[in-house]
Structure formats: C-alpha cells, structure tokens
C-alpha cells in the first residue's frame, strides 16, 4: 500500500487512526470533573502536538539516520515562520502559499548553513550549527529589524497590501487566516453528556501535513538513500575507503531536514500569524533534540511521541498551581494536605521542567532507545507470557 511494506503501512494507518481521533482521545476526563485539568483535547495544544511532531520527524531524519547532531535547527523553524508572515502581509491570508514559501525559504537557508558546517562533523558540527542558530537570533532580534520587527515580533497589520485578498474585514478587523475560505481558527463542538470535544479546521491541516511528513519520513527510511545516511552513521570513514563521497547525502539529509522545519514554523505562523525571534533561541533547538531522543532517535513513530509527551508537560504540568494541588487534597486533614502540596508543587507548576529532568534521565538510563523501547519491551513481555511455552510452564503436570 502507497509503496510500504506491511509494517510500515499497519504502523502509517495506527498514527492516522491515532491523530484523526486525537479531539475524542486527548479528552478522556468530564469537563467539570477533578480531572479536567489534564484533558489536552483543545485545538491549540493539539496542534502544538502534530507541528512539533512534524520539527521532530524532520530532526530524526538527519540525527537519527546519519547520527549528526545539529543545535541550529530552531533557524529554520524561526525563518519558516518569517516567510509565511510575510506572505500573509502582502500576498493573501491563505495558508497554502505561506506554507510553500517556508519550506522553499527553510531549505534554501539549511542548504547555505549545511554547506558550511557539514565540513566538520561531531562536536565540531554541534558548535557550527549552533553558532549559525545564534547569529540568526541575533540577526532577527536586532540587526534585520526592518524585515524581522526585532523583539516586538513580526505580525500582520491593517496596512499591508495584500494584493490578492482583502486589507481588513467589513467591520474593520484584520482577515484571519484560511484554507480557501475555510478559517483556520473555526472549531464545532461536540458535547455527549458531560464530556465536549473540539474539532479545529486548522488542527486537521497540521494534522495532514504531518501525516505526509511522515509518510515521507517512512519512505526516505526505507530507501537506498536512506539505507546510505545509515551507513554514514555507521562508518562514515570507511566509506571514504571505499570511494563514496559522503558529504552530498548527508547535505541532502540537513536540507530535507531543514524544511521540515520550515513546514513545521509556516503551520505555526498558519494558526496564529506571528513570527518572533524567540523561535530561532538555542532552547528551542535543544527542545527538538530532546523530542527526538526521548521519543526514540533512528526510529519512526518515536519523535511524535517525544514532542506529545515535551508539549503535554510544557501546557498542562505547568499549569498546575497550589491552589489546584490544595483542592485536590482538601478531604485529608489541614497539615497531610499542606506536607502533599509541599511534596509535590516542585515539580509541577513553573517547576515543570524538574519533571521532564527527571524522567529523560530515566529514559536515558534505563530506556536509552527511548518510549519506543519501553513499547517494545512490553511487547514482548505480553508476547512470551502468551507463548505455548509460557502456558504449558504454568499447566502442572499430570
């Protein structure tokens, strides 16, 4: 099926099932329950979800086939963003060519990046990708200002010229952004008694550019090209001995990467039309490093998984304030409930990230494969306890 095997298709078809239903299974709590709290089923943080999900695929195919490990690659998401900003404020406030404009800009910015540090390779290639990410801060914060905005951010305004679609509604507002007249922002609810779900328009784009990013994604992993980034990652010198110039696939492998990044800052730009110099920091490229490793690096679904766990702490963990933690335990006595919160507010609140420190620590040292190894080994697990073997160990003996 669309030129997969069996498992790659089963595994396309899982991930389609898990994000066409993600309004109805990211809210598995009542709305006016105790547990409302950790219900991410609304359209902001779940496309938060797919786009960061669809930087990390893009990260993975460089870092997890080719093993080189970039800290620059928050640039392209920050200029993808920039690009798709400025097609809204003087093309249209139609998504589609915002989103082409960040991919083609994106690439041409990895390919000029990629050419310079792909020269070196390990630390050496971190620190180069990581200087190129900082000079792009810099640049955006405060020498382009004129195409950047500098810290206010760029945005759209009533004053750009959009020559092919409309300066200001009828009643004077700026247009929103839409997919030939269908707003990004439009969202129907769904209410079954005390349970609501929320279907955005703009969720369900994110959430098919991320499913053909990883189709994509699926195809270059299983491909002679992706085969030669693995043998780059496994011994790229001996290679060279063989006579294979490595440095034009792992060049194709930072710029495929790179406008995955731009997709994913264009669909960011797409849902709320604001482009900022903080997307181009270094933290946000280190957030992707660890969506990447924490989800399983090399493997396919693994990054989706990184960056729904990173996304689900960063909006709902910190979120979680004393007053929250003091009505959960308000039926134990005054001083329990005062030690409980006491215990726990340090790691959740602004202290979120104690969390998430906490258990990539634990990944990396007990699951260095990441989620998708805690999967696998659970698996197979359940599968020896079902074995004929298993079974007849358990059936005593007549």
């Not at 609304?42 to 797919?50: G, I, K, S, T």
């Not at 098919?208 to 011994?235: C, D, E, Q």
């Not at 930072?254 to 669909?267: E, H, Q, R």
Request: net charge positive; hydrophobic share 50%.
């Amino acid at each position: 099926m669309l030129g997969l095997g069996k498992k790659d298709t089963l595994l396309l078809l899982l991930v389609t099932a898990l994000t066409l239903c993600a309004p109805f299974l990211l809210n598995p709590f009542p709305v006016n329950g105790g547990l409302a709290q950790f219900n991410a089923g609304y359209p902001d943080l779940m496309q938060r979800f797919v786009i960061f999900g669809i930087f990390a695929i893009g990260f993975n195919i460089l870092f997890g086939l080719t093993g080189y490990l970039s800290f620059g690659h928050a640039a392209f998401l920050g200029a993808g963003s920039y690009a798709a900003v400025w097609m809204f404020k003087l093309l249209s406030m139609n998504v589609l060519p915002a989103i082409l404009l960040s991919v083609v800009i994106a690439g041409i910015f990895a390919l000029m990046i990629g050419y310079i540090s792909l020269r070196r390779s390990g630390i050496y290639f971190s620190i180069l990708t990581l200087a190129f990410a900082q000079m792009s801060f810099a640049l955006a914060y405060s020498v382009l200002t004129p195409i950047t905005n500098g810290e206010t951010g760029l945005q759209v305004t009533l004053s750009d010229p959009r020559i092919l679609g409309v300066t200001a509604n009828a009643d004077g507002s700026i247009p929103v952004t839409h997919l030939f007249g269908i707003e990004m922002r439009a969202t129907e609810v769904l209410r079954m008694g005390a349970w609501e779900f929320q279907f955005s328009a703009g969720y369900y784009l994110c959430a098919v550019m991320m499913l053909l990013a990883f189709y994509l994604a699926i195809r270059i992993f299983r491909s002679p090209f992706g085969m030669m980034l693995r043998a780059v990652k496994s011994n790229q010198q001996r290679l060279y001995y063989t006579g294979v110039n490595a440095r034009p696939y792992t060049l194709a492998a930072f710029v495929i990467s790179g406008m995955y990044a731009g997709l994913a800052g264009g669909l960011l730009a797409a849902m709320d039309p604001l482009a900022g110099a903080e997307r181009m920091q270094w933290t946000a490229s280190g957030e992707v490093v660890l969506m990447t490793i924490l989800g399983g690096a090399g493997t396919l679904i693994g990054p989706v998984l990184g960056a729904g766990v990173i996304k689900y702490f960063e909006n709902i963990f910190s979120k979680l304030n004393e007053n929250v933690l003091h009505g959960w335990f308000a039926f134990l006595p005054d001083g329990i409930e005062d030690v409980l919160v006491a215990v726990i507010y340090p790691f959740v609140g602004k202290g979120w990230h104690l969390t998430l420190g906490l258990m990539f620590m634990a990944v990396v040292i007990f699951l260095p494969g990441g989620l998708v190894e805690g999967g696998q080994r659970i698996t197979r697990l359940f599968r020896r306890g079902r074995s004929p073997e298993a079974q007849r160990r358990r059936t005593p003996a007549e």
